[in-house]
């Protein structure tokens, strides 16, 4: 095997470990979230309901749960870092694709 084709292999290897490391975490991640908004609603409807039949007046603030603002100068810098990080890693996997792309495309 030529060494471009190690290379590319290596690459893809990396690429498809990556896509699957970042889609598990973050379907996860967003499973997790909404498991516990999930449970925050049944919370509120069951509350929603004794109210109703206690007779007492309902109001929808009662019921509604805020959301946490949990953003600060450091997260907002660590968003920032981890913006510019994204852009850095887009720009090289385009590079790296428009590369292999031209060898691919050398080889025809």
Request: no cysteine.
């Amino acid at each position: 095997m030529k060494a471009k084709n190690i290379a590319r292999i290596i690459i893809a290897t990396f690429f498809i470990v990556f896509l699957v490391v970042y889609l598990g975490m973050a379907t996860g991640y967003l499973e997790v979230e909404n498991s516990k908004k999930t449970i925050l609603t049944n919370e509120a409807i069951k509350r929603y309901e004794e109210d109703l039949k206690k007779g007492k007046r309902i109001d929808l603030e009662n019921y509604l749960e805020e959301e946490k603002v949990y953003s600060n100068r450091i997260s907002n810098m660590a968003l920032g870092a981890s913006s510019i990080i994204e852009k850095g890693f887009n720009a090289i996997l385009n590079y790296l694709f428009s590369e292999m792309n031209k060898a691919v495309n050398e080889n025809k």
